[in-house]
């Protein structure tokens, strides 16, 4: 794991940073300098974008981590393999725009009546669909060359600081709304070119095939795996975009306090974006030479790491949350719904705490299976927020939201068990996760002893990290990391 373990440190570090940039910008900046309406159409701009550039490459992203180490080749050019992801693309994404031209009557009648806005700019989707799937696409190419650095660097600081200065150049009335949504776009189009510049000066293109190659995986076997998992990871994206999409149908301003309070629990899920990147590669890397050891251990220390890591911020965001909401001055909708952050949260932990499952489940030769099972996950998740979001609003796409997490992973949980016997779970990770219920509750009942909120944000989440920490030292559940960063102190 010694490339995974140093990417997925860097790429950590550079996630972290780049959101807590982003927690600066939507938690102090944003809501202040933007109306909740305005705010709303951004967040539900990117969502849909995001959404329907899933589909528009075919499961290119899916088709690069499963083939290129077939066809990886620097001296050769890859055998022309970026010939093939170019010309798929461009028929991915003029199906696409076609599909989206005919359905927006359509999709623009449900929100013609509380999110006008939103109906004004529709017509921005189609470039920014190609513009965000192409980078989803450049970005995968590089994780499968193991360069995954640079496009977390872009994704998560660039592009942050990039909408920072934007939001302030518009409440200065410097650009119109107008403007301000091209500038956004914008940012998203420049992050494209740095990496598709950044790939031709760390790899050697060619778009012309090798014929004789592309015999032995041919176009069609690639293509055929490509939808099956280009379905599965829409399906997937669905499950944590759906809520919020449905939720701008009755008030496009509870998408921005809504999606707010995702990204202050997304926290949580950083460690497991930041091993993915790298992860699924490696993964497909040991499916493709049979070496079902290697993945089970990197599973089964996915699990126990990344379960250690989310408890820990999922005590911190639930003991400290209010008190970031009030030092931001958040407006008064925001903090009357600050429980849907704690909601919300419940899902993050459940997504971290059981690894890299998604990797196994659809890098291995059952991803048919795991593609129809994901499906069902999410009509299943589709139903829950019709039903749930009528009834309590906000807070129902919330408990939408914790459901979806909840089947999902247990779907791919038992799908692993059933396919290839890896249980990753231990005694100890039912002991992490009792220290996690205790010192969620300590935070939750623990007294305030000021009006100040710097104060009471800094006890109480110093109280319950130091428990944390302790309960994990004194029930010896990760000897290994005491005894490294012992080492490191000993050394210096």
Do not use: W
Request: hydrophobic fraction near 55%.
């Amino acid at each position: 794991m010694g490339v995974i373990k140093r990417q997925g440190i860097k790429n950590t570090i550079i996630t972290y940073i780049g959101i807590i940039i982003g927690a600066v910008n939507i938690i102090f900046i944003q809501p202040k300098l933007l109306s909740e309406e305005e705010l709303g159409l951004t967040r539900l701009l990117y969502d849909f974008a995001y959404l329907i550039g899933l589909a528009v490459p075919l499961g290119l992203p899916n088709i690069i981590v499963k083939y290129f180490p077939f066809f990886k080749d620097k001296d050769n050019k890859h055998n022309g393999f970026a010939g093939f992801i170019l010309a798929i693309f461009f028929i991915g994404f003029t199906i696409s725009a076609a599909a989206l031209l005919l359905f927006k009557p359509v999709i623009t009648s449900y929100y013609v009546e509380d999110a006008s806005l939103f109906v004004n700019y529709f017509g921005f989707i189609i470039p920014f669909t190609f513009i965000v799937s192409a980078i989803t696409i450049t970005t995968a190419y590089c994780q499968a060359l193991f360069k995954s650095t640079i496009p977390s660097f872009l994704n998560d600081i660039c592009l942050r600081l990039g909408t920072v200065l934007i939001t302030i150049l518009y409440f200065n009335k410097i650009i119109s709304l107008d403007q301000y949504v091209y500038c956004f776009i914008g940012l998203y189009a420049v992050e494209l070119l740095v990496i598709i510049a950044y790939i031709f000066l760390v790899d050697k293109i060619s778009f012309k095939p090798n014929k004789a190659l592309f015999q032995q995986h041919s176009s069609k076997q690639m293509l055929r795996f490509g939808l099956l998992l280009c379905l599965a990871s829409f399906a997937s994206i669905a499950l944590r975009k759906v809520d919020a999409i449905f939720l701008g149908t009755t008030d496009l301003k509870l998408v921005a306090v809504y999606t707010t309070a995702i990204f202050i629990a997304s926290f949580i899920e950083v460690p497991l974006g930041a091993l993915e990147r790298i992860s699924h590669t490696k993964i497909a890397d040991n499916f493709a030479k049979n070496n079902l050891v290697e993945i089970e251990k990197i599973y089964n220390d996915s699990v126990k790491y990344l379960l250690l890591i989310g408890g820990f911020l999922f005590i911190g965001i639930n003991t400290c949350t209010k008190y970031v909401y009030e030092i931001g001055h958040l407006p008064a909708s925001y903090l009357a719904c600050i429980d849907v952050v704690y909601i919300v949260s419940l899902g993050a932990l459940i997504n971290i705490s059981t690894g890299i499952n998604s990797a196994i489940m659809f890098y291995s030769n059952h991803y048919v299976l795991g593609t129809v099972l994901l499906v069902i996950t999410l009509i299943i998740t589709i139903l829950l927020n019709v039903f749930l979001i009528p009834l309590f609003g906000i807070y129902g796409a919330a408990i939408a939201s914790v459901g979806a997490s909840l089947i999902y992973n247990l779907v791919k949980f038992v799908f692993i068990y059933r396919k290839f016997k890896f249980q990753p779970y231990t005694r100890g990770s039912f002991l992490i996760l009792i220290i996690i219920v205790v010192c969620t509750l300590i935070g939750y009942f623990f007294p305030e002893v000021s009006s100040n909120s710097f104060v009471n944000l800094f006890l109480k989440g110093s109280v319950v990290a130091t428990l944390y920490i302790a309960g994990i030292y004194m029930l010896k559940l990760a000897p290994e990391i005491f005894t490294a960063i012992h080492s490191r102190l000993i050394k210096k």
